[in-house]
């Protein structure tokens, strides 16, 4: 339902959704900022007995800001909105998987295995099961990036301990990604469509 309302809803915008949000709030964190990204809940729908759970998080980046390399445990589906995104996706070799199953250990390491561009109204669906790690960064706009992140959870929902409850499985440090070969390709999001792990939202 939710997947499908907001195509709808972009559709019928000429593919965007500067509409839905005032974006003139929205800021990214200052070039210092040790976190180096920003990000705002803007919509939250903790669920009822006809959908599911699901939130709305809008990232905001500066030029050369990126959020952490990660994967989810829900689904997840980015959505650029302003600007240009590149959108960089890792093949996660596991390591020692003694432990706890939520740390990265020392031998796990990532591969580089697709780079894309997103722009307004083009996004991605990103699935726990599959190859659902990655990182999305305003490396080529010299403005202010922003993208509207799908997640199918509760972003409020508080666990026993009172910590919020994360779409996050696991970060990784950059130092465990190898070095990129020749074979990774670098695309814009239209030439990446064909293999099914990225759609033009405005045209799904």
């Not at 500067?18 to 990204?37: A, C, R, T």
Request: proline share 4%; glycine share 6%.
């Amino acid at each position: 339902f939710v997947w499908d309302k907001m195509r709808e809803e972009i559709s019928n915008h000429k593919g965007s959704l500067k509409h839905l949000l005032d974006l003139s709030v929205y800021h990214p964190v200052p070039s210092d900022d040790p976190k180096g990204y920003q990000k705002y809940v803007v919509m939250n729908y903790p669920g009822d007995e006809d959908y599911g759970k699901f939130s709305f998080t809008l990232i905001v980046l500066s030029q050369h800001q990126q959020t952490p390399i990660h994967d989810h445990k829900v689904i997840c589906a980015p959505i650029c909105i302003q600007g240009i995104m590149t959108e960089v996706l890792y093949r996660v070799n596991e390591g020692d998987a003694r432990g706890d199953p939520a740390q990265t250990t020392a031998t796990t390491t990532l591969q580089e295995v697709k780079r894309h561009e997103m722009h307004p109204g083009n996004g991605n669906f990103l699935y726990p099961e599959g190859l659902n790690c990655h990182t999305v960064g305003n490396y080529s706009f010299a403005g202010v990036s922003m993208s509207l992140h799908l997640y199918a959870f509760d972003a409020e929902e508080v666990t026993a301990d009172g910590k919020l409850v994360s779409s996050v499985k696991r970060v990784y440090d950059k130092s465990q990604v190898l070095l990129a070969d020749a074979a990774v390709s670098t695309t814009t999001l239209e030439d990446a469509s064909d293999d099914g792990d990225c759609v033009s939202a405005a045209a799904a």
